[in-house]
């Protein structure tokens, strides 16, 4: 009986959940970055990228609250810098250097959501970014449960 070979994955199939999008959320980072540099506040860099993937023709949130939830109880409100198109979570930084406990910010704003992706960008002395992903497969454990609040200053 001859082997049947396993079929081979296209590049393309390999490609991460929303990358198109991901890919212009970080072109606009380097956008707003050569424009203003850094030493300005969160907030500034906030409504800078704001303004400029509203050019793009995104649909952006702006400080959308997550709710965390223990026992069917709120135990605690977040508020993620942006959501863009409803589906990326973007946390912005404006520190010397990234920290570990900045990854887990944003992994605990996507584990407090539906949303999969978050991109943290650092406005700092130099540029830099990570893309951060949380399955909702990996949500579904009993003890915690998390549920997106209304957005707070939307668009």
Do not use: C, W
Not at 36 to 65: C, D, H, Q, W
Not at 100 to 129: C, D, M, T
Request: avoid cysteine; aromatic fraction near 10%; hydrophobic fraction near 40%.
């Amino acid at each position: 009986m001859p082997l049947e070979a396993e079929p081979q994955m296209n590049a393309d199939e390999r490609r991460y959940a929303h990358d198109e999008l991901t890919r212009a959320i970080i072109g606009v980072f380097f956008e707003v970055y050569n424009e203003l540099g850094y030493g300005f506040l969160e907030s500034v860099y906030r409504e800078a990228m704001s303004i400029a993937l509203r050019t793009l023709g995104l649909e952006v949130y702006k400080e959308f609250r997550l709710s965390a939830r223990f026992r069917g109880q709120i135990v605690g409100d977040f508020r993620a810098d942006l959501i863009v198109n409803g589906l990326i979570i973007v946390e912005i930084k404006g520190v010397r250097v990234l920290e570990p406990v900045h990854e887990a910010q944003l992994l605990n704003y996507l584990r407090a959501s539906v949303l999969e992706i978050g991109l943290l960008l650092n406005f700092g002395p130099k540029p830099q970014l990570r893309r951060l992903a949380y399955s909702n497969e990996r949500k579904k454990s009993p003890g915690l449960l998390f549920q997106t609040s209304r957005s707070i200053n939307q668009r």
